[in-house]
């Protein structure tokens, strides 16, 4: 992972961070559900967020370098496994 993007991934961490953060203090002060439910809500956006980064840059260089050197199959298998994961 080149520099920038591993900046911005740290950046996206910092701030699911802060966002769960935030999370415990509702749930510490009793905060309305509803309201704590659209919380977890942006944390799962985040996370998604953050993982479609990773997928991108991921495939845009790993898998590429791995096609270039030959590796096909395991650069096809690792794909197929991610695509597997991403539906869940």
């Known amino acids: 992972m080149n520099q920038e993007d591993k900046q911005k991934a740290i950046h996206r961490l910092n701030r699911i961070e802060g966002q769960i953060k935030g999370l415990k203090k509702m749930i510490d002060e009793d905060t309305y559900c509803v309201d704590v439910i659209h ?44 695509y597997k994961l991403k539906r869940k």
């Open 39 to 82: 919380q977890t809500s942006s944390v799962r956006s985040a996370l998604r967020g953050l993982e479609d980064m990773l997928l991108e840059q991921h495939l845009s260089s790993c898998v590429v370098n791995q096609m270039k050197s030959g590796k096909e199959k395991k650069a096809v298998e690792e794909i197929i496994k991610v």
